[in-house]
């Protein structure tokens, strides 16, 4: 028991920060520009959301999902950590599920001010995470060339993600949605935080304002519901 109190977080990590920046190096150079249409599409589902277009919202997600699972889990992280080809399968169940809900959602009827809440909350997460984040890397990371960005690259993929399922779903299958975004949310702050890296802690700090935001719309809507009841 005591040699577990000797390890450190890095101590889980098979790799060094330098060989991961070249690992984010060569998936931009092999696949640029499909940066842009991956961002097209992530900002053609936020839009979507915001217009009440659910369906098509959750299916556009999908891709996203799906391409970063299989490009830089399967095909490059898989080269550095054991765990990767893991993290790819669960990424590809998160694009299945997005396509079912895709097909078997209702609509939101939310309306009031939690319903503004979310939505301008989401938004901005997304947006960030659409646009802001690649610059990260430019302005107080190692560089453009190692920018991330949706659809490829896996925080900004997730992140971009919480927003927009916060616009457009609610109660139990938008904590079913949110998931597997929120578990690699977390996995990616600790790897970022055991290299040492800039701006370790914004996947985290998204999940805790998204997470935050859907118990107080929640919240909101209990105790518009327990007022209702009674009226006369």
């Known amino acids: 028991m005591n040699d577990w109190q000797t390890y450190r977080l890095e101590d889980f990590i098979p790799f060094t920060p330098d060989i991961y920046w070249r690992l984010l190096e060569r998936i931009n150079e092999t696949f640029w520009p499909l940066h842009i249409l991956a961002v097209a599409i992530g900002l053609t589902a936020l839009l979507l959301a915001l217009r009440g277009h659910q369906r098509m919202a959750l299916a556009l997600?999908?891709?996203?999902?799906?391409?970063?699972?299989?490009?830089?889990?399967?095909?490059?992280?898989?080269?550095?950590?054991?765990?990767?080809?893991?993290?790819?399968?669960?990424?590809?169940?998160?694009?299945?599920?997005?396509?079912?809900?895709?097909?078997?959602?209702?609509?939101?009827?939310t309306q009031g001010p939690s319903k503004a809440l979310s939505t301008w909350i989401g938004a901005t997460i997304a947006v960030v995470s659409l646009l802001g984040y690649p610059l990260i890397a430019a302005t107080i990371g190692p560089g453009l060339s190692h920018a991330e960005t949706y659809g490829l690259h896996p925080?900004?993929?997730?992140?971009?993600?919480?927003?927009?399922?916060?616009?457009?779903?609610?109660?139990?299958?938008?904590?079913?949605?949110?998931?597997?975004?929120?578990?690699w949310c977390v996995i990616g702050s600790l790897t970022l935080i055991a290299i040492d890296a800039t701006g370790a802690l914004i996947p985290l700090a998204a999940v805790i304002i998204i997470a935050?935001?859907?118990?107080?719309?929640?919240?909101?809507?209990?105790?518009?519901?327990?007022?209702?009841?009674?009226?006369v």
Do not use: C
Not at 159 to 172: D, E, K, N, Q, S
Not at 212 to 231: E, F, H, N, P
């Open 155 to 183: 925080d900004p993929t997730a992140i971009a993600t919480l927003g927009v399922l916060l616009i457009i779903l609610r109660g139990p299958t938008l904590w079913l949605a949110m998931l597997i975004p929120i578990l």
């Open 212 to 231: 935050g935001t859907a118990i107080a719309t929640r919240l909101m809507v209990t105790q518009k519901s327990g007022a209702g009841a009674y009226r």
């Open 61 to 109: 997600l999908a891709p996203a999902w799906l391409m970063s699972g299989i490009i830089f889990h399967w095909t490059y992280y898989a080269e550095l950590n054991w765990a990767a080809p893991w993290f790819g399968w669960g990424f590809v169940a998160q694009a299945a599920l997005l396509l079912a809900l895709a097909f078997f959602a209702g609509s939101s009827r």
